[in-house]
C-alpha cells in the first residue's frame, strides 16, 4: 500500500514538472500578446456563394504584420492586401473551387519573428453543381497502350477537350520511373479552373480489374480480399472497370464487401451489359454509380464515344475528386448532354439515411446540340422500370411522385436520346417511411 502511494506521489511530482516545462515552452513560443486579428466578413454560418470578399482586421495598427493570408485548410492559400494605412485587410475567394458543405475559414497573420496568430470562422459553402465531362481509364505504352503520359494528357486536354482526365495503366507493368513520370505529367497537365488532371493505376488480374485513384503506391496484393482491406484501409477511391471482362464471374460475382463499398463508387456502364450487371450489383447492396471510360489503349484518349460526366461545384481536382468519392456522376454517350436526377433535396449519388415520407422525383437533361432530342426518360426502382416520360425535346425538366413500400430503394434513371446515345444516372438510396 505504501509502495504504492509513494508511486503515486513520485508520478503526481513528475507530472507536475512536466505540466510547468510544457507551460513555460508554450508561453515562450506565443506570438506578441498585442497583435489580434478578427475576421470581419464573411459573417459565422454565413452561407457562401461565387466569389465572396473576405475582410480582416489586425490590430493595433503599430502591430501590423507582414502579411495575412486566409484558407480552408485544404486548398490553396489566399494573401490579403491592407487597406492604405489602415488594420483592415482584404481579398477575394471564389469559392465554386472548394466542395460545397461546412466548413472553416482561418486567417493566419504572419509576423517578422516567423510566429503566427490566427483567427476563424465557420461557413457553409453552397454553389450549383455544374457538368463536367471526362474519362477516368486509359492507358499509354507504359502498360499496354501507345505513346507516353505526356501525350495523353495533352491530348485529352487539348484535342479531345475534356474537362478531367486521369491515366491508369496497369500497374502490374508500370516500373518505379515510369509510375513517377504519369505522376508528374499529371500535376503539371493540372490547371484549376480548366482541365483537371490526376494519375491511378488498373489493378489486372483474372479475378477482375479495377481502377485506383490516387494510389500510394503501385504494390498491390493480388487477391481480391486484400484489395479491398487495402483500399479501404488508406481510403483509396476505386472503380470496377469493364464488369464482364475477363469474365462474367469477376469480383467473386460481385459478392458485397463492406469495406470495399465504403471506396468503390463506381461501375463502367456503356451498354446493356453494364446496366444489367450495374443493377445487379445494386441489388447485392452496393452503393456505386455507373460511368461511362473507355478504357482505350490507342492514341485518342477521351475520343472514344462515351464520357464521364461530374456534377461539381467547379472544376479543380479537389472537387472532382470530391464528388467522385459522394458518386456525383453519370455514364453518358454524349458529349456534352447535362444530366441531373434529384430525390427530395438530395442529388444523384447521394444516400439518404433519414426515413421520407414522400419521395419526389425530378429529373433535368439539356443537350445544346442541334437534333440531340431525349426521346426518353426511364425512372429505375429497385432494378424495375417504374415510369416514362417521351418528351422528344432538347430540354426537359420532368417532375413525378413515388409511392414507395416502406423500407430501402435505390433510384436511378436512364436517358436514350433520339440518335439512340445513352445515359445513366447515379442511383439515390431512400429509405421509405411507414404510411
Ligand atoms: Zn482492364
Ligand atoms: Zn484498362
Redesign the pocket.
Known amino acids: 500500500m505504501t509502495t504504492k502511494r509513494s508511486t503515486v506521489t513520485i508520478f503526481a511530482i513528475f507530472l507536475g514538472i512536466i505540466v510547468l516545462l510544457c507551460g513555460a515552452h508554450t508561453s515562450a513560443d506565443q506570438p506578441p500578446a498585442q497583435l489580434a486579428l478578427e475576421i470581419l466578413e464573411p459573417a459565422a454560418d454565413e452561407t457562401l456563394q461565387g466569389v465572396v470578399a473576405v475582410r480582416v482586421t489586425a490590430t493595433p495598427e503599430d502591430a501590423t504584420p507582414p502579411s495575412i493570408y486566409v484558407g480552408f485548410g485544404h486548398a490553396s492559400w489566399f494573401a490579403l492586401q491592407r487597406v492604405g494605412q489602415t488594420s483592415e485587410w482584404t481579398t477575394s475567394i471564389d469559392t465554386t473551387m472548394l466542395p460545397n458543405g461546412e466548413a472553416t475559414l482561418t486567417a493566419y497573420a504572419h509576423t517578422p519573428s516567423g510566429r503566427s496568430t490566427g483567427a476563424s470562422v465557420q461557413v457553409v459553402i453552397l454553389n450549383g453543381l455544374q457538368c463536367y465531362f471526362g474519362d477516368l ?3 499509354t505504352m507504359y502498360s499496354d497502350g501507345v505513346l507516353f503520359p505526356q501525350d495523353a494528357y495533352a491530348y485529352a486536354r487539348d484535342v479531345a477537350r475534356l474537362d478531367f482526365f486521369c491515366l ?1 495503366d ?1 500497374l502490374e507493368l508500370v516500373d518505379p520511373v515510369e509510375w513517377a513520370d504519369t505522376r508528374e505529367q499529371a500535376l503539371k497537365a493540372n490547371d484549376c479552373g480548366r482541365f483537371v488532371a490526376f494519375y491511378g493505376l ?1 489493378w ?1 488480374k483474372r479475378e477482375g ?1 479495377a ?1 485506383l485513384y490516387d494510389p500510394p503506391s503501385t504494390r498491390w496484393p493480388s487477391d481480391v480480399t486484400g484489395l479491398y482491406q487495402t483500399a479501404s484501409d488508406a481510403s483509396v477511391l476505386c472503380k470496377f ?2 464488369p464482364n471482362y475477363p469474365s462474367s464471374e469477376v469480383f467473386n460475382e460481385f459478392e458485397y464487401s463492406e469495406a470495399a463499398d465504403a471506396v468503390f463508387q463506381m461501375v463502367e456502364v456503356r451498354g446493356d451489359a453494364g446496366e444489367a450487371a450495374f443493377t445487379r450489383m445494386l441489388d447485392l447492396g452496393w452503393h456505386i454509380a455507373p460511368e461511362g471510360s473507355d ?1 482505350t ?1 490507342s492514341a485518342n484518349w477521351g475520343d472514344c464515344g462515351t464520357w464521364t460526366a461530374v456534377l461539381a461545384p467547379g472544376l479543380c481536382r479537389l472537387n472532382i475528386l470530391d464528388a467522385l468519392r459522394n458518386r456525383h456522376c453519370y455514364s453518358t454517350g454524349d458529349r456534352n448532354c447535362r444530366l441531373y436526377f434529384w430525390i427530395n433535396a438530395a442529388v444523384m449519388g447521394d444516400i439518404v439515411n433519414e426515413p421520407v415520407e414522400h419521395i419526389a422525383v425530378t429529373v433535368y437533361v439539356a443537350d445544346p446540340d442541334p437534333g440531340d432530342a431525349t426521346a426518353r426518360i426511364e425512372l429505375f426502382e429497385d432494378g424495375n422500370i417504374i415510369r416514362t416520360d417521351e418528351p422528344n425535346a432538347p430540354t426537359r425538366r420532368w417532375e413525378t411522385s413515388v409511392a414507395a413500400t416502406p423500407g430501402k430503394h435505390y433510384y436511378f434513371v436512364k436517358i436514350t436520346q433520339a440518335d439512340g446515345n445513352r445515359l445513366w444516372s447515379a442511383p439515390i438510396w431512400v429509405s421509405a417511411k411507414s404510411q
Open positions: 481509364h486509359s492507358h491508369t496497369h488498373e489486372t480489374h481502377c472497370n469493364h478504357d489503349h
